[in-house]
């Protein structure tokens, strides 16, 4: 996927230079312009969806997403100049991915992956479909 030109003022933001899908449609990689690659499963990405429908709209009401194993991207549309929608083959494309967030979910993939296990054992769910 081309990346939009970056903007000319300076900013503190994260810029992508590269976001490319891979063949299976599990793994995302984001290259942005100060090095930083990330390696993002779809999985990981569905259940750390930025939408309402994941995160709430206050932490009480934040969702742990079970049985999402094999999801996979099914297209990556370009929002402004600050975002991607991702569309998962589970039907889910209302979360917005900014710059910021998918590098966030880069930077903190093992923390958050870590407490994504954890609380789907805390609430006896699976990454599998049951």
């Known amino acids: 996927m081309t990346t939009p030109a970056a903007p000319d003022s300076a900013t503190a933001a994260p810029w992508p230079t590269e976001i490319r899908l891979s063949p299976d449609k599990r793994l995302l990689t984001v290259t942005f312009e100060d090095g930083a690659r990330y390696a993002l499963p779809a999985e990981y990405l569905r259940v750390t969806s930025p939408s309402a429908e994941v995160q709430g709209h206050s932490k009480a009401q ?69």
């Open 62 to 130: 934040k969702q742990t997403v079970p049985g999402k194993r094999d999801v996979a991207i099914q297209a990556i549309s370009p929002v402004g100049n600050y975002a991607v929608r991702l569309v998962f083959d589970d039907g889910h494309d209302t979360g917005l991915f900014t710059w910021t967030y998918l590098a966030e979910l880069g930077r903190d993939q093992e923390r958050l992956w870590a407490a994504y296990l954890s609380e789907l054992q805390e609430k006896g769910l699976s990454r599998d479909r049951r």
